[in-house]
């Protein structure tokens, strides 16, 4: 069982790999490199949009914005690029870069709640 695991981890990490590859293609389309992109990012951050120490909730982003991203960014890839692109997964690592942009896309998001309780508070409050 562990083994079966680490395999689909394996495949899922290269896929995630060929879509970042795949979106940097020029044939890929604006939106298709946005969509991949912003996937890749939020599967390689460091942080996620709901933390995992809260229960249920901190899991069910990884179960469904993740896997949810990579079907749409496959969907919207071109095929014959998608394909180019897992060949050449094999001798490849992802860029640290990418996760650092997720990591900032996250932390951004977080900025702008924070902004705006602060804010909803300081207006109730008077």
Known sequence: MLDKLKSRARALKNEVFAIYLAAKDPR???YAKAVALLTVAYALSPVDLIPDFIPILGYLDD????????????RLIPAEVLAEARGRVAGSRVERSVGLVGLGIILLVWIVILIGVVRLIIFLSK
């Open 28 to 30: 890929t389309p604006w």
């Open 63 to 74: 179960l469904f914005i993740v896997p949810a991203g990579i079907a749409l960014a496959i």
